[in-house]
Protein backbone atom coordinates (compact mmCIF):
# COMPACT_ATOMS: atom_id res chain seq x y z
CA UNK A 1 0.00 0.00 0.00
CA UNK A 2 1.37 3.61 -0.97
CA UNK A 3 0.69 6.10 1.17
CA UNK A 4 1.30 10.13 1.04
CA UNK A 5 1.95 11.48 4.49
CA UNK A 6 2.25 15.31 4.81
CA UNK A 7 5.57 17.29 7.20
CA UNK A 8 4.13 19.52 8.86
CA UNK A 9 4.89 22.64 11.03
CA UNK A 10 7.66 23.79 8.37
CA UNK A 11 7.52 27.70 9.20
CA UNK A 12 7.38 30.06 5.93
CA UNK A 13 11.22 29.68 4.59
CA UNK A 14 12.69 32.77 3.84
CA UNK A 15 15.73 33.88 2.03
CA UNK A 16 18.96 32.63 3.55
CA UNK A 17 17.85 30.33 5.31
CA UNK A 18 19.64 26.74 5.56
CA UNK A 19 17.15 24.60 4.17
CA UNK A 20 19.19 21.27 4.43
CA UNK A 21 18.50 22.08 8.42
CA UNK A 22 14.80 23.23 7.76
CA UNK A 23 13.90 19.69 5.82
CA UNK A 24 16.18 17.62 9.03
CA UNK A 25 14.22 19.49 11.19
CA UNK A 26 10.93 18.67 9.86
CA UNK A 27 11.63 15.70 9.18
CA UNK A 28 12.72 14.73 12.98
CA UNK A 29 10.41 16.25 14.75
CA UNK A 30 7.50 15.09 13.13
CA UNK A 31 4.65 12.45 14.47
CA UNK A 32 5.01 10.19 11.67
CA UNK A 33 8.98 8.87 12.03
CA UNK A 34 10.61 8.50 8.43
CA UNK A 35 11.47 4.87 7.57
CA UNK A 36 13.68 2.97 5.39
CA UNK A 37 12.48 3.32 1.87
CA UNK A 38 10.41 6.65 2.41
CA UNK A 39 10.64 9.14 -0.68
CA UNK A 40 10.68 12.70 0.47
CA UNK A 41 9.49 14.70 -2.39
CA UNK A 42 9.82 18.86 -1.47
CA UNK A 43 7.97 21.70 -3.31
CA UNK A 44 10.70 23.69 -4.78
CA UNK A 45 9.51 27.23 -3.86
CA UNK A 46 11.00 26.36 -0.26
CA UNK A 47 14.08 25.84 -1.92
CA UNK A 48 14.43 28.33 -4.48
CA UNK A 49 13.56 31.00 -1.71
CA UNK A 50 16.14 29.69 0.88
CA UNK A 51 18.60 29.56 -1.68
CA UNK A 52 17.97 32.80 -2.41
CA UNK A 53 16.74 32.35 -6.01
CA UNK A 54 14.35 35.34 -6.12
CA UNK A 55 14.78 38.48 -7.91
CA UNK A 56 13.14 41.91 -7.67
CA UNK A 57 11.88 43.25 -10.52
CA UNK A 58 12.09 46.99 -9.56
CA UNK A 59 15.75 46.39 -10.07
CA UNK A 60 14.88 44.52 -14.07
CA UNK A 61 16.30 46.25 -16.98
CA UNK A 62 13.70 45.11 -19.85
CA UNK A 63 15.62 44.85 -23.33
CA UNK A 64 14.11 45.06 -26.75
CA UNK A 65 13.35 42.05 -27.13
CA UNK A 66 11.57 42.13 -23.32
CA UNK A 67 9.32 44.72 -24.12
CA UNK A 68 7.96 43.36 -27.71
CA UNK A 69 7.10 40.00 -26.20
CA UNK A 70 5.85 41.60 -23.22
CA UNK A 71 3.84 44.25 -25.59
CA UNK A 72 2.39 41.22 -27.63
CA UNK A 73 1.10 39.51 -24.20
CA UNK A 74 0.44 42.00 -21.87
CA UNK A 75 2.68 41.23 -19.53
CA UNK A 76 4.97 42.84 -17.35
CA UNK A 77 8.35 43.12 -19.73
CA UNK A 78 10.43 42.61 -16.31
CA UNK A 79 9.06 39.42 -15.83
CA UNK A 80 9.45 38.54 -19.39
CA UNK A 81 13.44 39.83 -19.32
CA UNK A 82 13.74 37.52 -16.45
CA UNK A 83 12.42 34.59 -17.86
CA UNK A 84 14.80 35.18 -20.87
CA UNK A 85 17.62 34.98 -18.95
CA UNK A 86 16.60 31.76 -17.23
CA UNK A 87 16.04 30.41 -20.68
CA UNK A 88 18.13 28.57 -23.07
CA UNK A 89 15.97 29.62 -26.20
CA UNK A 90 12.41 30.06 -26.70
CA UNK A 91 10.35 27.27 -28.28
CA UNK A 92 7.01 28.82 -28.58
CA UNK A 93 5.91 32.80 -27.69
CA UNK A 94 1.89 33.51 -28.84
CA UNK A 95 0.07 35.89 -27.00
CA UNK A 96 -1.18 33.86 -24.14
CA UNK A 97 1.92 31.39 -23.43
CA UNK A 98 6.10 31.59 -23.69
CA UNK A 99 7.39 28.52 -23.65
CA UNK A 100 11.47 28.36 -23.40
CA UNK A 101 13.78 25.39 -22.12
CA UNK A 102 15.10 26.57 -18.97
CA UNK A 103 18.67 26.51 -17.28
CA UNK A 104 18.26 23.31 -16.25
CA UNK A 105 17.21 21.46 -19.02
CA UNK A 106 13.22 21.72 -19.06
CA UNK A 107 10.85 23.03 -21.89
CA UNK A 108 8.07 24.10 -19.91
CA UNK A 109 5.81 27.83 -19.59
CA UNK A 110 7.92 30.84 -18.20
CA UNK A 111 11.15 28.90 -17.90
CA UNK A 112 9.87 27.93 -14.69
CA UNK A 113 9.54 31.31 -13.21
CA UNK A 114 6.33 31.97 -11.41
CA UNK A 115 5.11 35.18 -8.75
CA UNK A 116 3.37 32.83 -6.76
CA UNK A 117 4.47 31.80 -3.09
CA UNK A 118 7.27 34.06 -4.33
CA UNK A 119 8.28 36.73 -1.58
CA UNK A 120 6.55 40.29 -0.56
CA UNK A 121 6.75 42.98 -3.10
CA UNK A 122 7.69 42.91 -6.42
CA UNK A 123 9.17 39.55 -6.60
CA UNK A 124 9.67 36.28 -8.90
CA UNK A 125 10.97 33.03 -8.03
CA UNK A 126 12.85 30.90 -10.45
CA UNK A 127 13.95 27.37 -10.22
CA UNK A 128 16.92 25.99 -7.97
CA UNK A 129 20.30 25.75 -9.16
CA UNK A 130 21.83 22.70 -8.86
CA UNK A 131 18.55 20.68 -7.35
CA UNK A 132 20.34 16.89 -7.44
CA UNK A 133 22.74 18.30 -5.12
CA UNK A 134 20.23 20.20 -2.75
CA UNK A 135 18.37 16.51 -2.58
CA UNK A 136 21.49 14.59 -2.11
CA UNK A 137 22.83 17.14 1.03
CA UNK A 138 19.18 16.49 2.29
CA UNK A 139 19.34 12.73 1.81
CA UNK A 140 22.84 12.47 3.33
CA UNK A 141 21.59 14.31 6.91
CA UNK A 142 18.31 12.52 7.18
CA UNK A 143 20.29 9.35 6.69
CA UNK A 144 23.32 9.83 8.68
CA UNK A 145 21.64 11.77 11.99
CA UNK A 146 18.52 9.10 11.75
CA UNK A 147 20.35 6.15 10.12
CA UNK A 148 17.80 5.45 6.82
CA UNK A 149 17.78 4.70 3.39
CA UNK A 150 15.41 7.39 1.91
CA UNK A 151 14.95 8.78 -1.63
CA UNK A 152 14.39 13.17 -2.09
CA UNK A 153 13.19 14.71 -4.50
CA UNK A 154 12.17 18.29 -5.64
CA UNK A 155 8.77 18.91 -7.82
CA UNK A 156 7.35 21.56 -9.59
CA UNK A 157 4.02 21.71 -11.08
CA UNK A 158 4.53 21.92 -15.12
CA UNK A 159 2.03 21.95 -18.42
CA UNK A 160 1.96 19.38 -21.34
CA UNK A 161 2.45 20.50 -24.95
CA UNK A 162 -1.15 18.22 -25.51
CA UNK A 163 -2.58 18.38 -22.40
CA UNK A 164 -4.53 20.63 -20.27
CA UNK A 165 -3.69 21.73 -16.47
CA UNK A 166 -0.67 20.92 -14.53
CA UNK A 167 1.35 18.32 -13.21
CA UNK A 168 4.02 17.39 -10.75
CA UNK A 169 7.21 16.72 -12.17
CA UNK A 170 10.83 16.09 -10.88
CA UNK A 171 13.22 18.94 -11.41
CA UNK A 172 16.40 17.55 -9.18
CA UNK A 173 16.16 13.79 -7.39
CA UNK A 174 18.84 11.95 -5.15
CA UNK A 175 18.99 8.18 -3.76
CA UNK A 176 16.36 6.92 -6.29
CA UNK A 177 15.63 6.29 -10.23
CA UNK A 178 14.73 8.81 -12.48
CA UNK A 179 13.02 6.15 -14.59
CA UNK A 180 12.11 2.55 -14.60
CA UNK A 181 12.68 0.55 -17.53
CA UNK A 182 10.19 -2.17 -18.30
CA UNK A 183 11.98 -3.41 -21.53
CA UNK A 184 12.04 -7.25 -21.80
CA UNK A 185 9.57 -7.81 -19.13
CA UNK A 186 6.42 -9.78 -20.52
CA UNK A 187 2.97 -8.17 -19.96
CA UNK A 188 -0.25 -10.63 -18.51
CA UNK A 189 -0.07 -12.11 -22.09
CA UNK A 190 3.20 -12.97 -22.71
CA UNK A 191 3.87 -10.09 -25.17
CA UNK A 192 7.69 -9.21 -24.43
CA UNK A 193 7.69 -5.29 -23.67
CA UNK A 194 10.01 -3.60 -26.33
CA UNK A 195 10.49 0.28 -25.18
CA UNK A 196 8.44 1.12 -22.28
CA UNK A 197 9.97 3.52 -19.71
CA UNK A 198 8.28 5.00 -16.60
CA UNK A 199 9.18 8.34 -15.68
CA UNK A 200 8.79 7.18 -12.02
CA UNK A 201 10.36 10.31 -10.58
CA UNK A 202 7.40 12.03 -12.38
CA UNK A 203 4.75 9.83 -10.89
CA UNK A 204 5.97 10.62 -7.58
CA UNK A 205 6.21 14.55 -7.70
CA UNK A 206 2.80 13.93 -8.97
CA UNK A 207 0.88 12.10 -6.34
CA UNK A 208 2.94 13.74 -3.46
CA UNK A 209 0.91 17.21 -4.88
CA UNK A 210 -2.32 15.46 -3.98
CA UNK A 211 -0.86 16.33 -0.21
CA UNK A 212 1.59 19.55 -1.22
CA UNK A 213 -1.17 21.21 -3.60
CA UNK A 214 -0.12 24.85 -5.24
CA UNK A 215 -0.73 26.79 -2.42
CA UNK A 216 2.25 24.61 -0.58
CA UNK A 217 3.12 27.07 2.05
CA UNK A 218 1.18 24.95 4.66
CA UNK A 219 2.14 21.69 3.27
CA UNK A 220 5.21 21.94 0.82
CA UNK A 221 6.76 18.49 2.19
CA UNK A 222 5.12 15.07 1.95
CA UNK A 223 6.82 11.51 2.11
CA UNK A 224 5.68 8.89 -0.12
CA UNK A 225 5.63 5.20 1.21
CA UNK A 226 5.18 1.91 0.50
CA UNK A 227 7.36 2.21 -2.83
CA UNK A 228 9.84 -0.20 -3.10
CA UNK A 229 12.69 1.28 -5.33
CA UNK A 230 16.60 0.53 -5.77
CA UNK A 231 18.71 3.04 -4.44
CA UNK A 232 20.61 4.73 -7.13
CA UNK A 233 22.12 7.51 -8.44
CA UNK A 234 19.62 9.19 -11.00
CA UNK A 235 19.98 13.20 -12.11
CA UNK A 236 17.10 15.54 -13.03
CA UNK A 237 18.87 15.24 -16.56
CA UNK A 238 18.06 11.48 -16.67
CA UNK A 239 14.66 12.82 -17.77
CA UNK A 240 15.36 14.92 -20.41
CA UNK A 241 15.68 13.77 -24.36
CA UNK A 242 18.85 14.55 -25.93
CA UNK A 243 17.99 16.56 -28.93
CA UNK A 244 18.51 14.21 -31.45
CA UNK A 245 16.03 12.04 -29.74
CA UNK A 246 12.91 14.92 -29.90
CA UNK A 247 9.79 13.85 -31.53
CA UNK A 248 8.74 17.51 -31.49
CA UNK A 249 10.43 20.99 -32.67
Same mark, same amino acid.
Given at each position: ????????????? !?? +? #? @??? *? /???????? %?????????????????????????????????????????? !?? +? #? @??? *? /???????? %?????????????????????????????????????????????????? /????????????????????????????????????????????????????????????????????????????????????????????????????????????????
Amino acid at each position: MIQIIPITGIPIV !KP +G #E @DIV *K /IIFDAVKN %NPERILDGDILVIAHKIVSRATGRLINLENVKPSRKALKIAG !KM +G #E @DAR *K /IQVILNES %NRIIKSTVKHLITENKLGFVCANAGVDRSNSYQGEYVILPPVNPDKICED /IRTLIEEKLHVKIGVLISDTHGRALRKGAVGVCLGLAGIPALINYKGRRDIFGYELKATEIAIADELASAAELVIGESNECIPVAIVRGLKLSSCSSIHTDLIYKFEERLFY
